[in-house]
Structure formats: structure tokens, C-alpha cells
């Protein structure tokens, strides 16, 4: 354990070499916890510089039983994130969320332990903003709340879309005549893993009526390839994790032309092989662009016809499915072929992985008293 | 849920077809309005009703100023009606909420129990909790107050559904 403690120790000194180390007053915390990625922002109440920016994959690694020692860094039991990605041929990886929505209780308050330690050590008080599905019931946020207890004093869930709007308007822009702000007339779209999230943004925070989330995702293309895979290539003994790796570097839907083959190497026997996975990459990007699809038009269909032709013009996509390649310009001319006005999309590209964490905080710097919930023990 | 089983009508009117009808959409209307489902209880208003009020004043052979009367008695009526029963639901359920809270503050806590409303947090209900009412990007606390209201109704909504039999008997207590 005690290599971890270092490492642990030391991410620490980073963060609270910052701040005096006798400060007790509060810590504010903005979390995105994506079922992929997580990111996590912190800041004083009473100041603006950012101590803490950080995005960790949302996995727990556990080290598998019969470890040799000095394998795993501080022959540690558990690791996260990156570490956890790094090591996974000696451990069992473990997403704690699904969706969303935590689908692993003890996985969870593990990576909600893990959090606590990129966090400043003396924080005083610690307040955090956490995300939400938008479709995400009572049960979704009891399961959070047991899950960062010991490790949040107060939190406030509040649905990703209004955090991703707050935090994709730039405030000190807002008097600008040339700034464009974003969150007027917009639809946003948010490809996540588990889920795709589609939300009318018209200077309101979206109700029910405006949003949809449908669990169809990066996770559902991953098995689509999977299983389309196994038909082509029966022994090549691919994984799901093997799927995701080839689909994150050669997604595309941009049919035939802009296609770049998809060459995986496994190993079948002991020996390495090369098996080709552009059609069955390109048949799952296929069908999330159609989800997407469909999902836009319908949502489009309920906003108010006056404001159509303005929200055409600010479809918005983030999320990590929106960096498979040619999937803004692609949904644009599925949106446009099937008879919407001048439509365009815009894709925010690897910047997205922060606005939900930056809108949790700036949330967190406005919340009353009465808006914080305790967690009690 | 059909409301058509409830069978309160605080006054005798004739056991007209049309008007029993008149009273079945009314108090729909105004539990949609109650569940925050402002469009749909519009649609009610708007579809629904104009019709059923031409046919039913057609046949009543009752006087305008008489007909203007009854139905606007019967509208507050049940609206009255509705706002009693919510009244009542919420006042029973925050108290079983607070005993809850008691509970499971005082209880040793099994592993698996995830807060203090268990009980709400297994129920049926799974609606997303979200806003129902419109609030300005500008106005965070408004969207916190609006969330936080949102929350309190899911969790009331798990222990004691609004479009229950217990709402309408709660609105005769
Ligand atoms: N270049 C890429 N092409 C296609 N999919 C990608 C790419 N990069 C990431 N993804 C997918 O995006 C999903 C994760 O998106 P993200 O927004 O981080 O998720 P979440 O918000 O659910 O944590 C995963 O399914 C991942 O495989
Ligand atoms: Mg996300």
C-alpha cells in the first residue's frame, strides 16, 4: 500500500501547495460523473482560481487475486482511472456506473473515496454539484448520495443538460455584441456511453417536455461491432474493451470515401492477427447517427414552429460520440435530406469533456442554504 | 388512470350523461394542472370541453345565467376538491417522510440501504426529476427551488402515487 499512499500523497501536495494549509472554510466541487469519463473541478467559495481540474475515467480497477508482488504501483488492491486502464491485464475492471446511474454500489463509493483524495486535504467543509442524467429518477440520486457520503458534507444533483448549458455560456461575454450566446435557441445533443441525451435549450433550463435520452450509445455501438464481429471472425476472441480501443481510432460515417480501413491486431494461439473491422465499425456509427436522427427530428417536431428555423441553425453536438469523424456534417445532411430548413450542427470536438464539471461549480458559487443537502455520517 | 370511477359529486345535479362527463374532465383537467402538466391540462380545456359544454347546455333547458352558474360552481368545486386532497397527501407524506428519516437515523444502517426514504427510493415511481415549470438560464436559485420542489414530489409521489383512490378520499376528510 504505501507506494499508492505516495502517489496519493503527492497528488495532494499539488493541489493544496496552493491553498495555506490551515484553511477550513468551504470547498466547492462541480462533478461531472460520466459513465466513461468523470471531471472533476473545485474551487474556494470565496475565489475564483480553480484548484482542482482533472478528468478520470470512471473505472475501479481490482487487483486480481494471485498478484505477484511489485506487479501493481505500491502493490495496491485497487486502482483508478487511468492507473486502473493501465494495468487491466492484472485486474478486474469495474465501471460503477451504467447509463448514467450508478449500477454498482461498492465501486462507487470506491471512486467516490478515490475523488476525495485529488482533492485539496484540509478542505474544511466540501460541497459538491454533481450531474445527472436528465432521465435519472429518485432512486438514481439515493444511489448517489449513499455513494459519496463520508467524502461530499453537502450536494446538490442537478440534470447534465442545465449544467452543460451554464457552463458552455461564457458569462463574460454575455455584453458582447459579438458573441453569439449558445444557450438562446439551441439543441443539444450529448453522446455519452451509456446514453444519448437530446434537449431544446431556448434561455431556459429544458423541462421535461424538452428534453430525450434514449440508452443508446458508444456502449450499444461497441456491441453492434461486437457482435457483428464474432459472425466475420468467430475465433479471434475480441472483447469489448478490444472493440472500443479500434472504434475510438477508425470511427467514421462518412461512407466509402472518408473511410479509413480498420485494422485490429489480436492474438488467436499465441500468434498476432490482423482482422478488418471497417464494415462493422461503420454499421454502428451507421445506426447511432439514426438514433441521433430520429431523436432531433422528433424533438424539433414538439418546439415551438416559430422558433424552428433559429434552432435548426444551433444543433450542438457533444459528448465522446460526437468525435466519431464526419458525424456533425453527416447529421446535418440526413436533417436536411429529410426536408429540415438550412439545418447545421456543430460539433464541440474534446472540449466537452469539461462543461457539465464547469456548470456543476459556477451552480455551486449561486446555491442557497436551503438548496444543500446533507449527507448525513 | 381513469378518474371515471370516482363518483364524488358534492351536490345532485341530472343524472345527465353529458355533464357526469362535464365532471370527468374537469377534475382531470385540474389533476393534470396539479402534476405540474400544464400543456396536457390545456388540451383538456381546449379540445375537450367546449364541445361537452355546447351539447350539455343544448340539453339542459336550463336558463344561461343558470348555466353559467352551475358550471362555474362546479369548476371551483372541483377545484376545491383537488386542492384538498393534495393538501392532505402532502401533509401526511412529509410526516411519514420525517418518521423515515427518524428511523433511519436511529437505526444501525444495513449496507444496502440507500437513505433515509428507502421505502421512496424503491418504490414504482420513476419518473425523472426534472423541471416542469419554465425558469431563465440567469436564475440558478430559481432552477435549485424548482429542483429541489421537483425532488420533494417524486419522493412524495413514491410513497403515495397523486392519481391514487387515496387522493379523493383524502380531499373528503
Ligand atoms: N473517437 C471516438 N469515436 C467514437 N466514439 C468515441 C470516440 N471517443 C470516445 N468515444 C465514445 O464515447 C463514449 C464516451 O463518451 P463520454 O461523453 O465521455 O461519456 P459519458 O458522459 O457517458 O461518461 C464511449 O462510448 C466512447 O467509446
Ligand atoms: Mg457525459
Known amino acids: ?377 | 388512470m381513469s378518474l371515471a370511477t370516482v363518483k364524488n359529486v358534492p351536490y345532485s345535479e341530472p343524472a345527465d350523461a353529458r355533464w357526469a362527463e362535464l365532471e370527468r374532465w374537469t377534475l382531470e383537467a385540474c389533476v393534470l394542472r396539479a402534476e405540474g402538466r400544464e400543456a396536457e391540462a390545456v388540451r383538456v380545456l381546449q379540445e375537450r370541453m367546449p364541445s361537452l359544454i355546447r351539447d350539455w347546455s343544448a340539453q339542459c333547458r336550463l336558463p344561461k345565467p343558470a348555466i353559467q352558474e352551475r358550471l362555474r360552481r362546479m369548476f371551483s368545486e372541483k377545484q376545491d376538491f383537488v386542492a384538498r386532497g393534495l393538501a392532505q397527501r402532502r401533509l401526511i407524506t412529509s410526516e411519514l417522510i420525517a418518521r423515515g428519516r427518524d428511523i433511519a437515523a436511529s437505526a444501525p444502517r444495513p449496507a444496502n440501504v440507500t437513505s433515509a426514504s428507502g421505502a421512496g427510493a424503491s418504490g414504482r415511481s420513476s419518473a425523472p426529476v426534472g423541471l416542469r415549470q419554465r425558469v431563465p438560464l440567469g436564475d440558478v436559485v430559481g432552477m435549485l427551488d424548482g429542483l429541489a420542489e421537483a425532488e420533494r414530489e417524486a419522493r412524495r409521489e413514491a410513497i403515495w402515487p397523486l392519481r391514487s383512490p387515496a387522493t379523493f378520499a383524502a380531499a373528503e376528510l
Not at chain 1, 484540509?122 to 454539484?129: D, L, M, P, S, Y
Request: aromatic share 6%.
Open chain 1, 1 to 377: 500500500m504505501s507506494k499508492l499512499t505516495t502517489i496519493q500523497a503527492s497528488a495532494r501536495v499539488t493541489s493544496s501547495a496552493i491553498i495555506p494549509a490551515t484553511a477550513t472554510d468551504t470547498l466547492l466541487v462541480g462533478l461531472d460523473w460520466g459513465t466513461n469519463l468523470s471531471s472533476l473541478h473545485a474551487a474556494r467559495g470565496d475565489s475564483t482560481e480553480l484548484l482542482v481540474q482533472e478528468q478520470i475515467p470512471t473505472v475501479v480497477g481490482y487487483a486480481q487475486e494471485n498478484i505477484l508482488d511489485g506487479v501493481l504501483p505500491g502493490d495496491a488492491r485497487v486502482l483508478f482511472g487511468k492507473q486502473a486502464q493501465k494495468h487491466r491485464q492484472h485486474m478486474r475492471l469495474v465501471r460503477p456506473l451504467q447509463g448514467g446511474v450508478i449500477a454498482d454500489r461498492e465501486a462507487a463509493k470506491e471512486f467516490a473515496r478515490h475523488l476525495r483524495t485529488r482533492l485539496p486535504e484540509n478542505a474544511g467543509e466540501i460541497r459538491a454539484v454533481i450531474g445527472m442524467p436528465a432521465s435519472s429518477d429518485l432512486a438514481a440520486r439515493e444511489n448517489a448520495r449513499a455513494a459519496v457520503q463520508g467524502v461530499f458534507q453537502k450536494v446538490i444533483f442537478v440534470p447534465e443538460p442545465f449544467l452543460a448549458a451554464l457552463g458552455y455560456r461564457d458569462d463574460d461575454r454575455l455584453n458582447d455584441s459579438e458573441y453569439q450566446d449558445p444557450v438562446l435557441n439551441s439543441l443539444y445533443v450529448d453522446i455519452g456511453a451509456g446514453s444519448t441525451d437530446v434537449c431544446i435549450v431556448q434561455g431556459r433550463y429544458p423541462t421535461v417536455d424538452d428534453q430525450l435520452s434514449a440508452p443508446f450509445a458508444g456502449d450499444a455501438v461497441d456491441q453492434i461491432i461486437l457482435d457483428a464481429a464474432h459472425i466475420a471472425y468467430p475465433d479471434a476472441g475480441l472483447t469489448l474493451a478490444k472493440v472500443r480501443e479500434v472504434k475510438e481510432k477508425y470511427s467514421c460515417v462518412m461512407g466509402d470515401e472518408g473511410q479509413q480501413p480498420a485494422i485490429a491486431t489480436v492474438m488467436v494461439g499465441g500468434k498476432p492477427m490482423k482482422i478488418d473491422l471497417t464494415a462493422q465499425i461503420a454499421a454502428g456509427c451507421a445506426a447511432l447517427l439514426q438514433k441521433t436522427f430520429e431523436m432531433t427530428s422528433e424533438l424539433v417536431g414538439r418546439a415551438d414552429p416559430d422558433s424552428v428555423s433559429e434552432l435548426l441553425q444551433n444543433v450542438i453536438v457533444t459528448g465522446g460520440g460526437s468525435l466519431i469523424r464526419g458525424f456533425g456534417v453527416a447529421l446535418q445532411t440526413k436533417l436536411l435530406e429529410e426536408g429540415f430548413e438550412n439545418p447545421r450542427v456543430r460539433v464541440l470536438g474534446q472540449g466537452y469533456k469539461d462543461y457539465v464539471a464547469r456548470g456543476a461549480l459556477k451552480t455551486a458559487r449561486q446555491a442557497q442554504d436551503r438548496h444543500w443537502q446533507n449527507i448525513l455520517g
